[in-house]
């Protein structure tokens, strides 16, 4: 199964962007799906994991109560609505498969698989 981002683009602080992550083929073997975005310099960071199972969201700090992960089972893609963008949001953004069935541990990039190419986000100022 590959994972393919889309809907990056640069926007002014404040707007707001809707990034997809789309799987290519079926997801049973997975248990959700997370978004981790990248800066220039700066290492990969979680953003965001919407667990199958029971349709668990989690967020990072920094994103709460701006973006909203979201899925939708018959297009087998996985929604990231982001809104009052800041400057500091700009990045690569990410999806990848949840391997743990256990949301524990939900920021380690380790159980995650199937990594896409990723989306670019640039907010400026």
């Known amino acids: 199964v590959q994972l393919q981002a889309s809907g990056g683009g640069r926007v002014q602080a404040g707007g707001s962007l809707r990034l997809s992550c789309a799987a290519s083929?079926?997801?049973?073997?997975?248990?959700?799906v997370g978004w981790f975005r990248q800066a220039p310099g700066k290492d990969r960071e979680f953003v965001a994991l919407i667990m199958f199972e029971d349709d668990k969201r989690i967020y990072a700090d920094s994103v709460t109560g701006r973006f909203t992960i979201s899925r939708d089972v018959d297009r087998n893609t996985v929604y990231l609505q982001m809104n009052s963008l800041k400057p500091e949001d700009t990045a690569v953004y990410l999806c990848?498969?949840?391997?743990?069935?256990?949301?524990?541990?939900?920021?380690?990039?380790?159980?995650?698989?199937?990594w896409g190419q990723g989306t670019l986000v640039t907010v400026s100022s």
């Open positions: 083929g079926p997801t049973s073997n997975s248990y959700g």
């Open positions: 990848a498969l949840r391997s743990s069935r256990s949301s524990s541990f939900y920021s380690r990039s380790s159980l995650y698989r199937n």
